[in-house]
Antibody, heavy 117, light 109 residues
């Protein structure tokens, strides 16, 4: 069965960077894009962008261009999302997801990132 | 960027039927937007109910169904149960980008 397992919670200071991992299993990792979604406390879901593990191609929403980097290690079947220049507004739960319009959508369990001085 | 709109809140009686809708500021929602629906309960990750307008995962209860209705995507819950009380989000695809809806809080009362 498809599973996405994310790394644990992080606490960072403003201006720092954070890197969240997402290990996939149960399918051929390189065959599907991975998306990253964030949810600020008490707020809705926000799609940040996608990454193709096979080609390395990425696409980010305008809001996150310049601050987010999505990468992968196909040997480890793991995707990564790095967010830099953290601000308190970046405090949120970050989800990785395999969003495929034809084969269904699968979610990681989420990683809480807290930005606090 | 498109804004995807949903009803802020809806209430349904146990055993009743409720329809949630998902609209786009760019115009009518079509199958080409591959509408998806997710259920989220407090403190939990989203759970996919519907993808590609009307396709269900193996875990999707039969009482949930997806469709297109009047230029919007729709999620219908027939025979609501107390466990269905949750936040529901839709997701639309637009030429390489995706946008989540604003969410609908469904109360079973």
């Amino acid at each position: 069965q498809v599973q996405l397992v994310q790394s644990g919670a992080e606490v960072k200071k403003p201006g720092a960077s954070v890197k969240v991992s997402c290990q996939a299993s149960g399918y051929t990792f390189a065959s599907y894009d991975i998306s990253w979604v964030r949810q600020a406390p008490g707020q809705g879901l926000e799609w940040m962008g996608w990454m193709n593990p096979n080609s390395g191609n990425t696409g980010y929403t305008q809001k996150f261009q310049g601050t987010v980097t999505m990468t992968s290690d196909t040997a480890k079947s793991t995707a990564y999302m790095e967010l830099s220049s953290l601000r308190s507004e970046d405090t949120a739960v970050y989800y990785c997801a395999r969003l495929d319009n034809w084969n269904g959508h699968y979610w990681g369990q989420g990683t809480l990132v807290t930005v606090s001085s | 960027q498109a804004v995807v709109t949903q009803e802020p809140s809806l209430t349904v009686s146990p055993g009743g039927t409720v329809t949630l809708t998902c609209g786009s500021t760019t115009g009518a929602v079509t199958g080409g937007h591959y509408p998806s629906w997710f259920q989220q309960k407090p403190g939990q990750a989203p759970r996919t109910l519907i993808y590609g307008t009307s396709n269900k995962h193996s875990w999707t209860p039969a009482r949930f169904s997806g469709s297109l209705l009047g230029g919007k995507a729709a999620l219908t819950l027939s025979g609501a149960q107390p466990d269905d009380e949750a936040e529901y989000y839709c997701l639309l695809s637009y030429s390489g980008t995706r946008v989540f809806g604003t969410g609908t809080k469904v109360t079973v009362l």
